[in-house]
């Protein structure tokens, strides 16, 4: 079963929005107030202590060209140790010389949620599928976030027993808010901050369901 156990964690809820440079907010004037992070802390409310944790660049394979692991992040983020986690990685794994990898993303992806699983909070954690690519930018290929990175994403996360949030198909009918193709703006971020805060919500007190703020845990 999901998340079972029931423990009440302090206030602030702590939550840790974990990826690369959509997560970061780059290309978005503003980021510090417009990235997503930002915007679901100002959804949130006080109840919330959101932190950004986006890495530009950054892969979710060990073998990607600029490993999330290696990165002092993953420090961070232990040291925040947070009740709750959103993971969103796989942009860049969609580039053609990451890609070549394939046969361990699904490993890797295992791996980084086993990782959130032993922070001391044990935190809720959900998966996010990647939002969509709009054309070949980047060296990204669009057509391997859709159709091999997803269905992987999903699978590792019914194995690890986490929940997704689809922000391939909450950001699929909005090319405009994508300038260069890859990174959405700040209309963009503002729509992945209220679908993250849709999946999250019950959790606050704010949130029309806040009388059932305990924090289930595996």
């Not at 949030?165 to 090319?175: D, E, M, T």
């Amino acid at each position: 079963m999901l998340h079972s156990a029931p423990v009440i964690p302090e206030t602030p809820v702590r939550l840790a929005c974990i990826g690369d440079s959509i997560t970061y907010g780059d290309r978005i004037e503003g980021r510090e107030m417009n990235s997503y992070p930002s915007k679901l802390q100002g959804i949130l409310g006080k109840d919330a202590l959101v932190m950004n944790f986006g890495v530009n660049g950054c892969t979710l394979l060990k073998k990607g060209d600029l490993p999330y692991w290696e990165d002092k992040t993953m420090q961070l983020i232990w040291d925040f140790n947070p009740h709750i986690a959103v993971l969103m990685l796989g942009t860049n794994d969609a580039k053609a010389r990451n890609w070549k990898y394939h046969d361990e993303f699904y490993g890797d992806y295992i791996a980084f949620i086993r990782y959130l699983k032993g922070i001391p909070a044990r935190p809720l954690i959900w998966a996010c599928f990647p939002v969509p690519a709009f054309g070949p930018m980047y060296d990204i290929l669009p057509e391997v976030i859709r159709d091999q990175e997803i269905p992987l994403i999903r699978k590792a996360s019914r194995a690890e027993q986490i929940k997704n949030i689809n922000l391939y198909r909450a950001l699929s009918g909005y090319p405009d808010l994508f300038p260069d193709l890859v990174h959405p703006n700040a209309a963009g971020a503002q729509r992945i901050a209220v679908k993250v805060y849709s999946a999250v919500r019950k959790y606050f007190k704010g949130s029309v369901q806040g009388n059932q703020r305990s924090f289930p845990s595996r």
